[in-house]
């Protein structure tokens, strides 16, 4: 959700990350990943959560791979295979646990992020 008050950040161009992937970027001290991807419909969409994954401890999101699990557009952690919902940054495996998520748009070529 986006409010008047919030302030976008520059963080990269979309040429940076290629279609179907996540790259890590540093945002107010944070890795954050950021993942461009194609939804059932064909639409491109951009998602941003928290690169630390908390089942291993690691900043590998990112790197995990993208795909769908029934309408939720997914990224499996590449250590432990759990899947966080892109949307939401919950975990499907464990409910009891998420990531933090961040708003994105796309400004022209620009992937921003707001604070």
């Known amino acids: 959700m986006t409010t008047a008050h919030q302030q976008w950040f520059d963080i990269c161009n979309i040429d940076d990350i290629l279609p179907s992937m996540g790259r890590c970027a540093l945002f107010n001290e944070l890795q954050v990943a950021i993942f461009r991807v194609i939804d059932q419909s064909g639409q491109e969409k951009f998602y941003a959560i928290d690169n630390f994954c908390p089942f291993s401890q690691s900043n590998t999101l990112s790197r995990g791979l993208t795909g769908s699990i029934t309408d939720k557009i997914v990224v499996a952690s590449p250590i432990y295979k759990q899947h966080f919902e892109l949307s939401t940054g919950l975990c499907l495996e464990d ?21």
């Open 95 to 115: 409910d009891s646990v998420s990531v933090k998520t961040y708003p994105v748009r796309l400004n022209g070529c620009t992937i921003q992020l707001a604070a």
